[in-house]
């Protein structure tokens, strides 16, 4: 079956230290999104990615990085920079970065801070 | 002024009963419009896109007005796995750069 995975799916952070959380795609979709959801919040864009080798900041980039040397591969890595990184992060991809392109979700990551 | 608005909620309702949404908008040159569900911890889920003609899916309605800037969603005859936030999402210029509201919780109470 064709979907996105994301893992794992509860993290634990130490203070200081970077984590980084996976989502692979095996729909053969160009865009990439990585979001993050507090509670009782919507869904904010960290970054998306439209093609390989290619990414952009979304509303909230500070404190994480990306990378997407492969077409099927978006990893988000959440620095010691970001000091509130308690959240729900949730991976998406569609077709293409168009408007309307369906967006596929992930199942989520639970990232907590001990 | 936030760009996507939604009463959180919670909506508690019987089961049978008709309930409905609404969630405005403030950028008047936003595209694309849609209705996701979330369930708790869960990924969200497209429930229906939100055309200007108005659109429906079985018990689900979706209406658009782009005067006043809102959307909506009817559920009739809510049965207990309605039950879930519902997230009204918004496409706002090039691209597919979403914009989502903060959803409303929905419980249906047998």
């Known amino acids: 079956d064709g979907g996105i995975t994301q893992s794992p799916k509860y993290l634990f952070r130490k203070e200081g230290q970077n984590v980084t959380l996976s989502c692979e795609q095996n729909l053969n979709h160009d865009a990439m999104y990585w979001y993050r959801q507090d509670p009782g919040q919507g869904l904010r864009l960290i970054y998306y990615?439209?093609?390989?080798?290619?990414?952009q900041k979304g509303d909230i980039a500070e404190g994480y990085s990306v990378s997407r040397e492969k077409k099927e591969s978006f990893p988000l890595t959440v620095t010691s920079a970001q000091k509130n990184p308690t959240a729900f992060y949730l991976c998406?991809?569609?077709?293409?970065?168009?408007?309307?392109?369906?967006?596929?979700f992930g199942s989520g990551t639970q990232l907590s801070v001990l | 002024r936030k760009e996507v608005e939604q009463d959180p909620g919670p909506f508690n309702v019987p089961e049978g009963a008709t309930v409905a949404f609404n969630c405005t908008y403030s950028n008047s040159a936003s595209q694309s419009f849609f209705w996701y569900r979330q369930d708790c911890r869960k990924e969200p889920k497209l429930l229906m896109s939100?055309?200007?003609s108005g659109n429906e899916d079985g018990r689900f309605t979706a209406q658009l007005n782009r005067a006043s800037q809102y959307i909506s969603l009817l559920i009739r005859d809510s049965k207990l796995s309605d039950s879930a936030t519902y997230l009204c999402v918004v496409n706002i210029g090039a691209g597919n750069m979403l914009t989502f509201g903060g959803g409303t919780r929905l419980m249906v109470k047998p």
């Open positions: 939100v055309y200007s």
């Open positions: 998406a991809s569609s077709r293409r970065l168009l408007p309307g392109e369906k967006l596929f």
């Open positions: 990615s439209q093609i390989v080798n290619d990414f």
